[in-house]
């Protein structure tokens, strides 16, 4: 079955302690993005990645890194969690030849920093 | 920049009311676009989409046409039920991008 996972799905933190939420795709997919879902906000891009070891920050990167050593894992990386970043996480991904425009998007990951 | 507007929300319906979310955009060219739907507790999935004017998406009773003289892209069913509850968003995507532009969702209730 085609999908996008992210890991964990819940996860409560204290202020300052790292942590990385993992996304894997197993469509073979070239472009992956993570997104923070807040109220009244919508969805804010925060990095994105066109390819193997190629990333970009998107609308508010700010607190947060990424990496894409594979082609199938996008993990996100929080090094020092503030309480501003708690929100609901979303990782999706598409093929970045389909220029149809259609993300697939994972479960979400909802993270509280204390 | 390319953006997306829609209408805020919640928006409240009883079972079998007609919905319409209005969702306009702004971009250069001719850009293509997608109506997501968020059920509770889920991520986002592709509900429509439209690639060129005129053109109408449909989907599960959902329509959506793509009116580039009016810049919109307004979201339509003709009965809801309870099980359409959700967040929807309006999205864009312009010619030779990956990177979709977003609206910031409309959430529906549909009472019994």
């Known amino acids: 079955e085609a999908q996008v996972t992210q890991n964990p799905r819940y996860l409560i933190t204290v202020t300052g302690k790292k942590l990385t939420v993992t996304c894997s795709q197993n469509?073979?997919?070239?472009?992956m993005s993570w997104y923070r879902q807040d109220p009244g906000l919508g969805l804010r891009q925060i990095y994105y990645?066109?390819?193997?070891?190629?990333?970009d920050k998107g609308d508010v990167p700010e607190g947060y890194k990424v990496s894409r050593k594979e082609k199938r894992n996008f993990p996100l990386i929080l090094e020092s969690p503030s309480p501003n970043q708690t929100s609901l996480y979303f990782c999706?991904?598409?093929?970045?030849?389909?220029?149809?425009?259609?993300?697939?998007f994972g479960e979400g990951s909802r993270l509280t920093v204390l | 920049g390319d953006s997306v507007t829609q209408m805020e929300g919640p928006v409240t319906l009883s079972e079998e009311a007609f919905l319409t979310i209005n969702c306009t955009y702004t971009?250069?060219?001719?850009?293509?676009l997608f109506w997501y739907v968020q059920y509770p507790g889920e991520g986002l999935q592709l509900l429509l989409k439209a690639t060129k004017a005129d053109d109408k998406g449909s989907n599960k009773g959902f329509e959506a046409t793509y009116r580039k003289e009016t810049t919109s892209f307004h979201l339509e069913k003709g009965s809801v039920q309870v099980s359409d509850s959700a967040v929807y968003f309006c999205a864009l995507k312009g010619g030779g991008s990956y990177i979709p532009t977003f609206g910031r969702g409309t959430s529906l209730i549909v009472h019994p």
């Open positions: 971009a250069t060219g001719y850009p293509s």
């Open positions: 990645s066109m390819n193997v070891e190629v990333t």
């Open positions: 999706a991904s598409t093929e970045k030849g389909q220029y149809t425009g259609e993300l697939f």
């Open positions: 469509m073979n997919h070239e472009y």
